[in-house]
């Protein structure tokens, strides 16, 4: 998706929060996927690095991807803490 689309994700916030109460907790979509968050700084933060893009954290005992690091380091302790730990 295209990144440079600050109009239209100003457009989408001004429609959400016409009373300028863009940065506390409410209802935020995504202008690209619909996806609700309920700060604004997490669904910037997902149009960004994460929306339309294909996981890019792989683990390394599994085929497993993650869009996030601390998703993937979570999954790592839980599901492979014998392989980690003879690193």
């Known amino acids: 998706p295209d990144r440079n689309v600050a109009g ?3 457009m989408s916030l001004e429609m959400q929060h016409p009373s300028g109460a863009s940065n506390g907790p409410g209802a935020f979509q995504c202008p690209n996927c619909g996806k609700f968050y309920k700060y604004r700084r997490n669904m910037l933060s997902h149009f960004k690095l994460e929306c339309g893009m294909e ?3 792989c683990c390394q005992f ?3 991807r993650y869009k996030q690091k601390s ?3 979570i999954h790592v302790g839980s ?3 014998n392989e980690f730990s003879a690193i």
């Open 62 to 64: 599994c085929p497993r």
């Open 71 to 73: 998703k993937l380091q």
């Open 79 to 81: 599901k492979h803490s």
């Open 8 to 10: 239209a994700l100003q």
């Open 55 to 57: 996981p890019q954290f």
